[in-house]
């Protein structure tokens, strides 16, 4: 049997890919802070439903604490990491910006730095779509540069990849890099803009949307984004041999066995689209509050996922439509509204 950490376990990814890898048969340990940034009462809830395995094994505690992976992965070996806590959200981070220092860059050094000791067969790591930045060639793909991120969030997410670049070239940890194209679905995060509006148009109040509704998102359904997760666990990248062309895909990296995968649906959906399917799905029609971009954001983003496939022959494929009756169906019986 093999074990799997991962971190963020009691989130909205995290705690659907540690469903995923106990169906799967792996030993699961999930690391999880239970942080106040949204509701704690519905991360506990995703986790009671992890804790009717006997395989899963849950730790409230902070990735950023000075030696507790240390301590984890010596006694525990993990296999296979998972890294997806963090604190989420571009908005936030101009707010308090110093959580996204701490958890996201300290705490994946802490990681690193655990993993160098106690080197697992693959570490998988979160980053983000944000990363892209200020880019405006689309669809974004792994290879096109990032150096012009439109907010702290961001910055600390390709700083991560940064680090872990580094580690993988100079102790061989075998490290994939996810970078994110807006998740959804039932079970997410309540400052995703899926969340609030539904939440908004089932209680008949405005919504507020941003650009005046000129915006694009490649919108990915959780089921897809996880299953692409799972496949990429076997396909761990390999450090690559003096003078190798690394074109091919298992390494986008000269000299690491290190890697950066997109995870989207290869579609960019307009907002106002998404709106409709949120208004199909309940019946009812939303009030727009049309405002101007908010600070740190991008008006679109589009992911080019050949290197998905590529690897694991996978490609998301769950259309708005569907995904979005579905996290409102899940919506009004979770919250019986």
């Not at 949120?278 to 589009?302: C, F, H, S, Y």
Request: hydrophobic share 40%.
């Amino acid at each position: 049997m093999r074990t799997a950490l991962v971190t963020g376990s009691a989130g909205f990814i995290g705690s659907f890919v540690c469903e995923r890898l106990l169906r799967d048969g792996f030993k699961v340990i999930g690391l999880d802070a239970m942080t106040n940034y949204y509701e704690v009462t519905l991360k506990q809830r995703r986790q009671a439903r992890l804790l009717q395995s006997e395989q899963f094994q849950a730790i409230e505690d902070y990735v950023e604490t000075p030696g507790l992976l240390m301590e984890l992965f010596e006694r525990e070996k993990p296999d296979v990491v998972i890294h997806l806590a963090a604190q989420a959200g571009v908005r936030y981070s101009i707010e308090n910006p110093r959580s996204y220092l701490e958890s996201n860059i300290v705490g994946t050094f802490e990681l690193l730095e655990a993993a160098r000791a106690h080197p697992p067969q693959h570490m998988l790591l979160a980053s983000t779509s944000s990363a892209f930045g200020a880019n405006t060639e689309m669809p974004y793909r792994e290879t096109d540069k990032a150096d012009h991120q439109m907010s702290f969030y961001a910055a600390t997410k390709k700083a991560t990849e940064n680090m872990a670049h580094s580690y993988a070239h100079l102790f061989g940890l075998p490290i994939t890099m996810f970078r994110f194209f807006t998740v959804y679905g039932p079970w997410g995060r309540p400052d995703m803009a899926l969340f609030k509006f539904t939440k908004a148009i089932l209680a008949g109040r405005p919504i507020d949307v941003y650009n005046f509704g000129d915006m694009k998102r490649d919108f990915t359904y959780i089921e897809d984004l996880v299953e692409a997760i799972r496949l990429l666990i076997d396909v761990a990248p390999m450090r690559p041999a003096a003078g190798e062309d690394v074109s091919a895909g298992d390494s986008l990296s000269p000299v690491a066995p290190w890697r950066v995968v997109n995870i989207g649906n290869s579609d960019a959906v307009q907002l106002t689209d998404f709106i409709e399917a949120i208004e199909d799905a309940t019946g009812l029609k939303a009030e727009r509050n049309l405002m101007p971009m908010q600070a740190g954001d991008v008006p679109a983003t589009w992911a080019d996922a050949q290197l998905l496939k590529t690897l694991t022959g996978y490609s998301p494929k769950t259309g708005v439509k569907d995904g979005v009756a579905r996290f409102v169906e899940w919506y009004r019986d979770y919250y019986e509204a």
